[in-house]
């Protein structure tokens, strides 16, 4: 069974940085993507950032030139750095795996981060 587990959550004041780590107990050279996901309190979870195997990465509009998505194939573990945090970025976020060859798609537990203003 695939794990993913998510740390590096915190309170942090707005402009501030945090970077979250994501470790899988298995290679993540076998994922097709991986991702972050955050979902606010009352709202829908929303995409936040993706890296395929080839390394390109895409992003939400309202984290671009702020949050950077990375990966350690080596370490098994993806990472987002966030800068310039705002209240808006208050969140629980989740990493996200999948695998296209059977259909696999794997979720962590959450981390949360807060951003005081």
């Known amino acids: 069974q695939v794990q993913l587990v998510e740390s590096g959550g915190g309170l942090v004041q707005a402009g501030g940085s945090l970077r979250l780590s994501c470790a899988a107990s298995?290679?993540?050279?076998?994922?097709?993507?991986m991702g972050w996901y955050r979902q606010a309190p009352g709202k829908q979870r929303e995409l936040v950032a993706t890296?395929?195997?080839?390394?390109?990465?895409n992003y939400a509009e309202s984290v671009k030139a702020r949050f950077t998505i990375s990966k350690d194939n080596a370490k098994n573990t993806m990472y987002l750095q966030m800068n310039s945090l705002n209240a808006e970025d208050t969140a629980v976020y989740y990493c996200?795996?999948?695998?296209?060859?059977?259909?696999?798609?794997?979720w962590g537990q959450g981390t949360q981060v807060t951003v005081s203003s």
């Open positions: 298995t290679s993540i050279f076998s994922f097709n993507n």
């Open positions: 890296i395929i195997k080839s390394g390109s990465t």
């Open positions: 996200n795996a999948v695998r296209y060859i059977p259909r696999r798609e794997y």
